[in-house]
């Protein structure tokens, strides 16, 4: 199977989580937007959706679902996301599409967190993918000193030459190198710093269900 198809099937996967009747919260990604497409089938069945992103709402928009501002939204049974990294314990790293702040936002409402993820993305140690962090702009350079001092290598991600802008209107400094034994702390630890937005690591409150998919078909991970 390829990736896309692995990615599908996880997509399909998810929609037995979609509770009737509620607002789904929907991730951001090449994952989460075969999740959309799967949604758009039951369309009739759901009250709307919370996007975590401009992409995904414009997306969930074009199927004709009912995008809500998260405002409106005191509960959500489900928030289903890809990752760019998870362990087998269900932490983290998230941001590789730049949504990671809404993603953490609409993340922290919903009741539990399922995780779509191609079966590459499962790894027992977090941190070869690089760990994107939210920035606001002015503080570039402070925070990209703080960040090489907890020993990685801070670098500005570029879109076009330029600077990448998220949705929010901030830059996202993407940590190399890291090899991430505590998430929960380094999470901790890089959230304390005075700029930084949002950090990339989803440990404090990590995924309650990964759906991963595999050769052998779709592994449900609980934690
Ligand atoms: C976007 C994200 C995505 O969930 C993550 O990058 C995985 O993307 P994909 O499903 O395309 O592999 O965190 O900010």
Same mark, same amino acid.
């Given at each position: ?7 599908q099937a996880?997509?399909?996967a ?5 509770v ?6 929907v991730g ?30 414009a ?31 269900g932490?983290?790293?998230?941001? #590789? &599409? %730049? =949504?990671?702040? +809404?993603? !953490? ?10 995780? /779509? ?33 907890? #020993? &990685? %290598? =801070?670098?500005? +991600?570029? !879109? ?10 901030? /830059?996202?400094i993407?940590v ?29 409150? #990590? ?17």
């Amino acid at each position: 199977m390829t990736q896309d198809e692995l990615k599908q099937a996880v997509a399909q996967a998810a929609i037995q989580y979609v509770v009737e009747d509620s607002i789904v919260g929907v991730g951001t990604g090449s994952t989460a937007n075969f999740f959309i497409d799967e949604l758009a089938k039951i369309k009739h069945k759901i009250k709307g959706a919370v996007a975590s992103s401009e992409a995904t709402a414009a997306r969930l928009r074009g199927h004709g679902i009912s995008v809500f501002d998260l405002n409106e939204v005191s509960a959500m049974p489900v928030y289903i996301d890809g990752a760019d990294e998870i362990t087998p314990q269900g932490a983290m790293i998230k941001g #590789g &599409g %730049a =949504a990671l702040t +809404r993603e !953490k936002i609409v993340a922290s409402v919903a009741d539990k967190f399922i995780c /779509i993820a191609d079966g590459s993305k499962l790894v027992d140690l977090l941190g070869k993918f690089p760990l994107p962090i939210e920035v606001i702009p002015m503080a570039q350079a402070v925070v990209m000193r703080k960040l090489n001092a907890l #020993g &990685g %290598a =801070a670098h500005l +991600r570029l !879109k076009d030459g330029q600077p990448l802008l998220t949705d929010n209107g901030n /830059i996202i400094i993407d940590v190399h190198g890291l090899q991430i034994t505590d998430p929960v702390a380094l999470e901790a630890a890089m959230n304390n710093i005075v700029g930084v937005v949002t950090v990339g690591l989803f440990a404090k409150q #990590g995924a309650n269900v990964c759906l991963l998919g595999t050769a052998g078909g779709v592994k449900t991970l609980t934690f």
